[in-house]
């Protein structure tokens, strides 16, 4: 079955310092990759998406994925994070029309 | 925003019990997804449906079940209630139902079974 692994269930950083949350997947055939994240009490937000071309994709407020190929991997990273980037972290996958498979999540905890 | 609408916010019943959540999607979007997010499981897909019908099940009990009426908007109903149905349910909705569409996720409803 098609799996996709958040290997850190929280993150701890201090504010500014840079920040790579890991997100690995079974395979990458057809394969479209997302992150996903959800501040406290609310419903999930599209950060970014990989369908098709430049591997390296980036949101509007800084984050930046990297899709790799041969590695299985969709990791997200930011160069420095703020105290408003405390909120949980899901990346997830579609294989072609398959349902999206999501992560467990990772909680990323800004401390100033 | 993301568009999407889900009623109620809160839900309180006992074991036993059947409810209805309610989701209205995106103005336009012809699909939508249910997804149980418990602490244990994690974000589970239930059911896709895409302009009235059904189009894929994921991880859903035979207790549950859902339709998607002809103004789009769709409920899931979960009867014979039990202590481990207690979670957030989201709906999401997207444009059609290709793989690269870009599912947007109301606020979903919180579920405690007593």
């Known amino acids: 079955a098609q799996s996709v692994t958040q290997l850190d269930s929280q993150v701890p950083v201090f504010e500014e310092a840079p920040v790579e949350l890991r997100c690995n997947y079974s395979?990458?055939?057809?394969?479209?990759l997302f992150w996903y994240v959800q501040y406290p009490n609310q419903g999930l937000q599209l950060l970014l998406k990989?369908?098709?071309?430049?591997?390296l994709v980036e949101s509007i407020n800084g984050f930046e994925a990297e899709f790799n190929k041969s590695q299985t991997s969709f990791h997200l990273r930011k160069p420095s994070v703020h105290i408003s980037d405390t909120a949980e972290y899901f990346c997830?996958?579609?294989?072609?029309?398959?349902?999206?498979?999501f992560g467990k999540g990772t909680r990323l905890s800004v401390i100033a | 925003d993301s568009g999407v609408t889900q009623t109620p916010k809160h839900l309180i019943t006992a074991t036993g019990q059947r409810v209805t959540l309610r989701c209205s999607p995106r103005s336009g979007d012809l699909s939508v997804y249910w997804y149980q997010q418990s602490l244990d499981q994690g974000l589970q897909f239930l059911i896709h449906y895409y302009n009235g019908e059904e189009r894929a099940k994921g991880n859903i009990l035979e207790r549950f079940s859902a339709q998607q009426f002809p103004d789009l908007h769709s409920e899931l109903n979960l009867s014979s209630l039990e202590l481990g149905d207690s979670a957030l349910y989201f709906c999401?909705?997207?444009?059609?139902?290709?793989?690269?569409?870009?599912?947007?996720f109301g606020p979903g409803t919180r579920l405690t079974v007593l």
């Open positions: 997830a996958v579609r294989w072609g029309n398959t349902p999206l498979v």
């Open positions: 395979s990458s055939v057809s394969v479209y």
């Open positions: 999401a909705s997207s444009a059609v139902a290709g793989g690269t569409d870009t599912q947007y």
């Open positions: 990989y369908l098709s071309g430049s591997t």
